[in-house]
């Protein structure tokens, strides 16, 4: 017998992998399946980014690199930056990764000790409460309120802030909600942070995808940058999912730990996907637009749709390509509706305990699939409904 560590029972999982799995073994037995569960843009990565990545494979691109990435790459999300935050970050303080999770992963492993305190949103990406209790740090939940528009109160997320608080994470666009910060409540933020010994992760992956407003990062206030970290990458703006490269952007004095980690665990990240990367910033952006261009189409008619049935409410998200509706009057708990609804209707989702104890009531759904998918997952979730 295997005898596990035993921080491996503090380990949780991202539920949507799992619901993704049980609706394909559905689908080999000649099921049809409406994916909304999946957070992956149903578009495909642009011919000019995949010919780049098979330009680098031709040329070369297939051995290790810097831990912390190659500097071309890191010069050009430099670049980037400049025209979504006001702050200019130097390009030494860039470091590559494997996707958007490591900069979580590294990020807490290098920060939080145990009993170490990290505020975190609560319905939220599930990886944060996982990786805070894995490094053995406590997880203090704020919770998005759904009167707020899913946003969450600033004066109740500064009575939690104690002497043990080491990293509040913000994220926005949020995921699951699709809410989003504005530099009034940034600023509140970035004012009640500003003289504390605590360093902020702004979790920022969804920052293309906004349908009202414009982009507001706390890095913005520079009273606060030095002790920010910033996550973003390649997977959603540039449907690049499987291509599994994202990026940090660190305060100086933390880039050579958290490059450390990188070389203790997987040396760097794919130098072929890197190329690519380049040419995803360097090269046209008319994909993007076009993308978040329709995902917004596709929210109106997914909002529309659910607010016409009877027993759910569906706020209408900001950002991101999620919507969270609220399904408490239909008399069943948010996980038996979703699994009944796979099993009965064909239609995956995630039930809004996946993104913690405050998603009671509720299921996300993705809106990264076409509109005909759609309207048919929104007549099938009306009859199930009407069957309840």
Same mark, same amino acid.
């Given at each position: 017998?295997?005898?596990?560590?035993?921080?491996?029972?503090?380990?949780?999982?991202?539920?949507?992998?799992?619901?993704?799995?049980?609706?394909?073994?559905?689908?080999?037995?000649?099921?049809?399946?409406?994916?909304?569960?999946?957070?992956?843009?149903?578009?495909?990565?642009?011919?000019?980014?995949?010919?780049?990545?098979?330009?680098?494979?031709?040329?070369?691109?297939? #051995?290790?690199?810097?831990?912390?990435?190659?500097?071309?790459?890191?010069?050009?999300?430099?670049?980037?930056?400049?025209?979504?935050?006001?702050?200019?970050?130097?390009?030494?303080?860039?470091? +590559?990764?494997?996707?958007?999770?490591?900069?979580?992963?590294?990020? +807490?492993?290098?920060?939080?000790? !145990?009993?170490?305190?990290? %505020?975190?949103?609560?319905?939220?990406?599930?990886?944060?409460?996982?990786?805070?209790?894995?490094?053995?740090?406590?997880? +203090?939940?704020?919770?998005?309120?759904?009167?707020?528009?899913? #946003?969450?109160?600033?004066?109740?997320?500064?009575?939690?802030?104690?002497? #043990?608080?080491? %990293?509040?994470? *913000?994220?926005?666009?949020?995921?699951?909600?699709?809410?989003?910060?504005?530099?009034?409540?940034?600023?509140?933020?970035?004012?009640?942070?500003?003289?504390?010994?605590?360093?902020?992760?702004?979790?920022?992956?969804?920052?293309?995808?906004?349908?009202?407003?414009?982009?507001?990062?706390?890095?913005?206030?520079?009273?606060?940058?030095?002790?920010?970290?910033?996550?973003?990458?390649?997977?959603? @703006?540039?449907?690049?999912?499987?291509?599994?490269?994202?990026?940090?952007?660190?305060?100086?004095?933390?880039?050579?730990? $958290?490059?450390?980690?990188?070389?203790?665990?997987?040396?760097?990240?794919?130098?072929?996907?890197? $190329?690519?990367?380049?040419?995803?910033?360097?090269?046209?952006?008319?994909?993007? @637009?076009?993308?978040?261009?329709?995902?917004?189409?596709?929210?109106? *008619? $997914?909002?529309?749709?659910?607010?016409?049935?009877?027993?759910?409410?569906?706020?209408? !998200?900001?950002?991101?390509?999620?919507?969270?509706?609220?399904?408490?009057?239909?008399?069943?708990?948010?996980?038996?509706?979703?699994?009944?609804?796979?099993?009965?209707?064909?239609?995956?989702?995630?039930?809004?305990?996946?993104?913690?104890?405050?998603?009671?009531?509720?299921?996300?759904?993705?809106?990264?699939?076409?509109?005909?998918?759609?309207?048919?997952?929104?007549?099938?979730?009306?009859?199930?409904?009407?069957?309840?």
């Amino acid at each position: 017998m295997i005898n596990l560590a035993n921080r491996m029972e503090r380990l949780g999982t991202e539920t949507a992998f799992e619901v993704l799995a049980k609706a394909k073994k559905l689908e080999e037995k000649g099921r049809n399946i409406i994916h909304l569960e999946i957070g992956e843009p149903d578009f495909n990565t642009p011919a000019h980014i995949i010919d780049a990545g098979k330009a680098a494979l031709d040329t070369g691109y297939t #051995k290790y690199n810097p831990s912390g990435g190659y500097n071309e790459l890191k010069k050009e999300i430099q670049k980037y930056s400049k025209t979504v935050r006001s702050v200019e970050f130097d390009n030494d303080q860039v470091i +590559i990764t494997s996707g958007g999770k490591p900069i979580m992963f590294y990020t +807490i492993l290098a920060l939080i000790n !145990p009993g170490d305190e990290v %505020l975190y949103p609560n319905p939220g990406f599930p990886i944060y409460e996982s990786m805070i209790n894995f490094a053995g740090g406590k997880a +203090i939940p704020f919770k998005l309120e759904e009167h707020l528009d899913y #946003k969450f109160d600033i004066e109740k997320l500064e009575s939690l802030i104690s002497s #043990k608080t080491k %990293l509040v994470i *913000l994220n926005s666009p949020n995921n699951p909600c699709g809410s989003i910060i504005n530099s009034k409540e940034m600023a509140r933020i970035a004012n009640i942070l500003e003289d504390k010994d605590i360093t902020v992760l702004s979790d920022e992956i969804y920052s293309q995808f906004l349908y009202e407003g414009s982009h507001e990062s706390i890095s913005n206030y520079k009273n606060i940058s030095d002790k920010t970290i910033i996550l973003d990458g390649f997977s959603k @703006s540039y449907s690049m999912t499987g291509w599994r490269i994202g990026y940090g952007i660190f305060p100086k004095e933390l880039v050579e730990p $958290i490059t450390k980690l990188i070389t203790n665990s997987n040396s760097c990240t794919a130098s072929f996907t890197q $190329i690519a990367a380049i040419e995803a910033l360097k090269g046209s952006q008319e994909s993007v @637009s076009k993308m978040v261009s329709e995902f917004k189409v596709r929210r109106n *008619l $997914i909002v529309d749709g659910l607010n016409n049935i009877k027993n759910i409410n569906c706020p209408n !998200p900001s950002g991101a390509f999620y919507v969270f509706p609220n399904i408490t009057n239909t008399g069943i708990s948010s996980e038996e509706f979703a699994n009944r609804l796979l099993e009965e209707n064909g239609v995956a989702t995630l039930s809004g305990e996946s993104f913690g104890k405050e998603g009671s009531g509720y299921i996300r759904l993705s809106f990264a699939n076409s509109k005909d998918n759609i309207t048919e997952a929104l007549n099938r979730i009306e009859s199930f409904v009407n069957k309840l």
